[in-house]
């Protein structure tokens, strides 16, 4: 059975940087790889980036060009390195995988001073 992890969550404050790091163990093909959402207080989660095996790469209008979705094939690693972080990025952040159709268990990032 397919198992997603996330790990890399933290408190950091603004315009500072995390990395957020998934992987999952025993996953099958999908043109779409895997996926970032995240998921604030009050509001429905929301995707953040994606990843498909051909590394074509689709991000937010809120994360672009401060958010970046990137793949380690030989570690089965899928990662999201997040620079100048805004408080109103403060949320559960939730590794997708597409082609098992599993969530991870989420990871919380706060952005705070």
């Known amino acids: 059975q397919v198992q997603v992890v996330e790990s890399g969550g933290g408190l950091v404050q603004p315009g500072g940087s995390l990395r957020l790091s998934c992987t999952a163990s025993?996953?099958?093909?999908?043109?779409?790889?895997r996926g970032w959402y995240r998921q604030a207080p009050g509001k429905q989660r929301e995707l953040v980036a994606s990843?498909?095996?051909?590394?074509?790469?689709n991000y937010a209008d809120s994360v672009k060009g401060r958010f970046t979705i990137s793949r380690d094939n030989a570690k089965d690693m899928v990662y999201l390195q997040m620079n100048s972080l805004k408080p109103e990025d403060t949320a559960v952040y939730y590794c997708?995988?597409?082609?098992?159709?599993?969530w991870g268990q989420g990871t919380q990032v706060t952005v705070s001073s």
């Open positions: 997708y995988d597409y082609g098992s159709g599993r």
């Open positions: 025993g996953s099958i093909f999908s043109i779409y790889v």
């Open positions: 990843l498909t095996s051909g590394g074509t790469t």
